[in-house]
């Protein structure tokens, strides 16, 4: 790695220690939650990282759909590390500038109305908790509306709130009794939407695309059907891009034309930086958390703030987003002529890849070895989500490499093996 900011060994870290000895300390010290790390990844630069053993990997993930500026950003580092040097934290007794900057900003590019209002929390998880709870106070018990949709295959987060709007029985039967009056319905029909939403419906949570679920975009016209039928419902619509939104789609929303009640982010909008938020849309629903229902320590910390303020600010001067319809139709274009590919979904740089095989963990393996970062949902499925600045020049050498790498899986193939991706 050649950028001055990361190279060299860091304070508090041991550069000598390789591979190995680290994936062993990590099992005798960390809770076996996410299974054994593939690497133990030490430094990155752009859309490369590096590892213990001085490997370098194009990035093709990043952190999944996390990393928006890719590794070690000199916009991102300099505003995280001016604002810790100039304020670090204050409790939500008081305020900061970047705090009440990034709220203006957010609502400025969700074209929110007069009276719309932001919450910031640390993570996708609770800016959904948040917005369950939101929903909570749009339910009237006495007059029979408690109900609260999500859909089939939705991954809303994994705190209680956030995992009774997660659909997967898997995560969720660990962990029952969930908080009630959450029911799934089939993924993209719109007859069962329709049929679903009256008014004992408190408010519909949507991705606008799927994103554990394997990149599963919602059908053409589904959203405006919800915002249709939550309206005159009186239910809230409620829309999750976790993963979708800040430019991941060649938008600052997938859900752009579609005004929701509600909207929740993370991921990628502090580029690396943990922050998350609901935008709450018009009075009504701004008024619906008054003083006093909701809290955080760390939600709107400056130095969260200034970091999302930095990612937004590259997205917004660089061009970035053209960058991504380019770069993702690209990708998408070349990935769907490859015999080993079934079906390419998606939009910018969220892409979904089903192959014709139940490979897909052995190729994310593979890939690895060959010096690529990418991901399985499901057996079959692989998905990227790599940095909004990744070039053409580096989506051609995955290009070039993946015939290989499918080859070589298809050679030694063990069809059934799944481990799923996790989030
Ligand atoms: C759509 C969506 N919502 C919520 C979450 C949860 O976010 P976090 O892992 O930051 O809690 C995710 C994470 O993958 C997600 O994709």
């Known amino acids: 790695m050649n950028n001055p900011e990361t190279s060299g060994t860091q304070p508090g870290t041991a550069a000598a220690e390789s591979q190995n000895e680290w994936l062993n300390r990590y099992e005798s010290s960390l809770m076996g939650v996410f299974g054994a790390p593939q690497r133990a990844l030490v430094r990155g630069s752009g859309c490369y990282v590096e590892d213990a053993d001085g490997k370098q990997y194009l990035d093709l993930l990043g952190g999944i759909a996390v990393n928006s500026l890719g590794h070690a950003h000199p916009a991102l580092v300099a505003a995280v590390s001016d604002q810790l040097g100039t304020l670090g934290h204050v409790s939500n007794f008081f305020t900061s500038p970047p705090q009440v900057e990034l709220a203006e900003r957010l609502l400025a590019l969700a074209d929110a109305p007069q009276g719309s209002k932001v919450f910031f929390a640390n993570s996708g998880a609770e800016a959904n908790e948040a917005a369950f709870k939101l929903a909570r106070r749009n339910s009237d018990p006495a007059a029979g509306r408690t109900r609260i949709l999500a859909l089939e295959g939705a991954f809303h987060g994994r705190t209680m709130g956030a995992l009774a709007l997660t659909a997967k029985p898997a995560y969720r039967e660990p962990f029952e009794p969930l908080p009630g009056g959450v029911e799934h319905l089939p993924f993209g029909d719109i007859d069962a939407l329709l049929a679903a939403v009256d008014e004992t419906v408190a408010a519909v949570f949507l991705e606008p695309i799927q994103g554990e679920a394997g990149v599963r975009p919602l059908p053409e016209g ?64 701004s008024g619906l958390l008054a003083a006093g229902m909701h809290g955080t320590t760390f939600g709107g910390n400056p130095v969260a703030a200034a970091a999302a303020l930095a990612t937004l600010t ?5 061009e970035v987003l053209a960058n991504v319809r380019a770069t993702g139709d690209y ?3 070349e990935l769907a002529a490859m015999d080993a590919v079934a079906e390419v979904r998606g939009e910018g740089l969220l892409i979904g890849i089903e192959l014709n095989d139940d490979v897909a963990p052995a190729v994310v393996a593979a890939a690895l070895k060959a010096g690529y970062i990418i991901n399985s949902t499901g057996p079959a499925t692989l998905r990227l989500a790599p940095p909004l600045i990744l070039t053409a020049e ?30």
């Not at 590259?314 to 660089?318: D, H, Q």
């Open 222 to 285: 589904y959203l405006q059907a919800a915002r249709d039928a939550t309206r005159a419902a009186g239910a809230l619509l409620v829309i999750d891009e976790v993963q979708t939104g800040i430019g991941r789609t060649g938008k600052w929303f997938a859900s752009e034309g579609v005004m929701p009640d509600a909207m929740t982010l993370a991921k990628g909008l502090g580029g690396g930086f943990p922050v998350g938020a609901l935008i709450t849309f018009g009075e009504r629903t």
């Open 314 to 318: 590259v997205l917004e001067s660089r």
């Open 331 to 333: 990708l998408r274009r």
């Open 394 to 423: 580096q989506a051609g050498s995955f290009l070039g490499a993946l015939p290989d790498i499918l080859a070589t899986v298809r050679a030694a193939a063990t069809p059934g093996t799944t481990i799923e991706g996790k989030p």
